[in-house]
Nanobody, 122 residues
Framework: QLQLVESGGGLVQPGGSLTLSCAAS????????IAWFRQAPGKEREAVGC????????YYLDSISGRFAISRDRSKNTVDLQMNSLKPEDTAVYYC???????????????WGRGTQVTVSS
């Protein structure tokens, strides 16, 4: 059974960078779509972006345009979320999720990691 684990979160100053990684056990990430979501305190979980099985990227938030990038490393069985020029409003728990195709909806994903906290603050 596929299990996902996020890592790389932490505290970073505004303008800083972080790279989150989604690692899998029990399956290959290269076979499916992997999405990144985030959930800020008191807000609903929202889709950040997704990479499908053909490595086609889709980003769902205008606010992250030009700052965030998703990539897949099949040799490591990971999908990364590179985040640059971070802002306080990027503070959230970030989750990766897996399913057969990309979707911007939480209901579109079968398997989820437990999340990693990203805090952007001076």
């Amino acid at each position: 059974q596929l299990q996902l684990v996020e890592s790389g979160g932490g505290l970073v100053q505004p303008g800083g960078s972080l790279t989150l990684s989604c690692a899998a056990s029990g399956g290959l990430l290269g076979d499916d779509a992997i999405a990144w979501f985030r959930q800020a305190p008191g807000k609903e979980r929202e889709a950040v972006g997704c990479i499908n099985r053909f490595d086609v990227l889709t980003y769902y938030l205008d606010s992250i345009s030009g700052r965030f990038a998703i990539s897949r490393d099949r040799s490591k069985n990971t999908v990364d979320l590179q985040m640059n020029s971070l802002k306080p409003e990027d503070t959230a728990v970030y989750y990766c999720a897996e399913d057969v195709s990309c979707s911007e909806y939480v209901q579109g994903y079968l398997t989820w990691g437990r999340g990693t906290q990203v805090t952007v603050s001076s």
